[in-house]
């Protein structure tokens, strides 16, 4: 279709949609020579079983004719399949990009409003940020009220236990038959002496 400023841009799913018709008749034309060919082979050889060699060799010519017919259309075949494996490797090369100029307009659009110092001043806020929050949980963990040394607390503790171990000593003591001052014996005496020396 011509227009006023040219012809109208082809479209490539078009092309490839016409590309495969003129391939599926391409095809519908080969199996048609096919059989007219087998049928000039039987006719040949029927003629020459009957002894008609003229009619035969008008068969034979008729076959080559076919046959170069033949050729000729699997030679524009194969060209026309070049050409829609070229399209639509061009369709998919040119999808491939305008996808990925999408996504760089995208980029585009989410960082225009964002440059190197503006991130800094964000994970430099955030980072404060976080500091704060330590500070906080660090104040909440300390004890309310009155405070007292460990070190303290653990020589008090200390302290009780030698007082217990005392305490059992003397009960110990305590319970031990009380000496019958008036049973010494002349060696306590002695020893006794012995000990204010």
């Known amino acids: 279709m011509k227009r ?39 006719d040949a050889k029927r003629y020459n079983a009957a002894g008609n060699k003229r009619m035969a060799v008008a068969a034979l010519k008729r076959k080559k004719m076919l046959t170069d017919q033949q050729q000729k259309i699997a030679g524009a075949r194969e060209k026309i399949e070049i050409q829609l494996n070229a ?33 800094d001043k964000v994970m430099d806020d955030m980072a404060d940020q976080l500091d704060v929050s330590n500070e906080i949980a660090n104040a909440m963990s ?25 305490d059992e000593e003397l009960d110990k003591i305590k319970d031990l038959p009380e000496v019958n001052k008036n049973k010494i014996t002349e060696k306590d005496e002695e020893d006794l002496e012995a000990l204010k020396m």
């Open 4 to 42: 006023l400023f040219g012809k109208k841009k082809e479209n490539p799913q078009d092309t490839i949609a016409r590309l495969r018709e003129s391939l599926e008749t391409l095809d519908k034309r080969e199996q048609f020579l096919d059989k007219k060919i087998q049928q000039q082979l039987a």
């Open 87 to 119: 399209i639509e490797g061009a369709k998919m090369d040119m999808e491939i990009i305008d996808n990925l100029q999408l996504g760089t307009k995208t980029m585009k659009e989410m960082h225009k409003g964002m440059d190197v110092n503006k991130v």
């Open 142 to 166: 300390q004890p309310v009220g009155e405070v007292f040394d460990e070190d303290e607390l653990l020589q008090e503790l200390e302290d009780e236990e030698l007082q217990d171990i005392e």
